[in-house]
């Protein structure tokens, strides 16, 4: 499935995607108006990214409240 696919899904569905995909935060400004993405950029062991993805889940979700992409990386979310 193509990214602007599952994008437009999302946004039917209002999901929020959560991806280690740089490519959601480069979509057409249509989209990147309407989606709402948190983009992991997290390296290293997969049981360490997940348990950051839990833990700053909360805070990433309620930075999506007032912007479409948030990017968690080591230091914690901020919006793109």
């Not at 709402?36 to 309620?62: F, S």
């Amino acid at each position: 499935m193509k990214n602007n696919e599952l994008a437009e899904i999302s946004i039917r569905l209002k999901m929020v995607i959560v991806t280690r995909d740089a490519d959601f935060t480069h979509l057409s400004w249509s989209l990147m108006k309407k989606i709402k993405v948190i983009y992991v950029r997290l390296n290293g062991d997969p049981d360490g990214i997940a348990q950051k993805v839990l833990d700053d889940i909360k805070e990433c979700t309620n930075i999506l409240r007032h912007h479409s992409v948030v990017m968690l990386n080591h230091e914690g979310c901020r919006p793109l």
